[in-house]
């Protein structure tokens, strides 16, 4: 009798242990998508981005309004770094996931579209 009981409980613990590995497999499963859908939206943004010519004079104006107060209004720095020669030490695409990710805190994140993103890019290219 202890035999089945033994064997009813080992059915039981295999049965419970499956469960957990697909709840754990789905899990994983649904982050992995995700984390895909995410990164390829931000490849066709960053795709989109550089097959634009960007004004560098709306760039300016951009950087005015949204960066001066940690780069400085020449652009040199105050409690974010100077960004003259900022193309020669990251390229475009590392410099667009700067801005729309906030990589480097204290930077936050910007919400920006292709255009204007291109406009600043424009505008970094013209302080070397």
Same mark, same amino acid.
């Given at each position: 009798m202890s035999t089945s009981s033994s064997t009813a409980a080992e059915r039981d613990f295999k049965r419970e242990f499956l469960n957990i590995v697909f709840i754990v497999f789905g899990v994983l499963l649904i982050c992995f998508l995700i984390?895909?859908?995410?990164?390829?939206?931000?490849?066709?943004?960053?795709? +989109?981005?550089?097959?634009? /010519?960007? *004004?560098?004079e709306e760039g300016?104006?951009?950087?005015?309004?949204?960066?001066?107060?940690?780069?400085?209004?020449?652009?040199?720095g105050l409690v974010g770094p100077d960004l003259h020669s900022i193309t020669q030490r990251l390229n475009d695409k590392e410099i667009i996931k700067q801005v729309?990710?906030?990589?480097?805190?204290?930077?936050?994140?910007? +919400?920006?579209?292709?255009? /204007?993103? *291109?406009?600043?890019?424009?505008?970094?290219?013209?302080?070397?």
């Amino acid at each position: 009798m202890s035999t089945s009981s033994s064997t009813a409980a080992e059915r039981d613990f295999k049965r419970e242990f499956l469960n957990i590995v697909f709840i754990v497999f789905g899990v994983l499963l649904i982050c992995f998508l995700i984390f895909f859908v995410k990164h390829q939206e931000k490849n066709k943004f960053i795709i +989109e981005t550089l097959e634009l /010519n960007g *004004s560098a004079e709306e760039g300016d104006a951009l950087f005015k309004m949204n960066c001066v107060g940690c780069h400085g209004i020449t652009a040199r720095g105050l409690v974010g770094p100077d960004l003259h020669s900022i193309t020669q030490r990251l390229n475009d695409k590392e410099i667009i996931k700067q801005v729309t990710g906030g990589l480097t805190p204290p930077m936050p994140s910007f +919400e920006i579209d292709p255009v /204007n993103m *291109s406009n600043l890019l424009k505008y970094l290219h013209s302080l070397e």
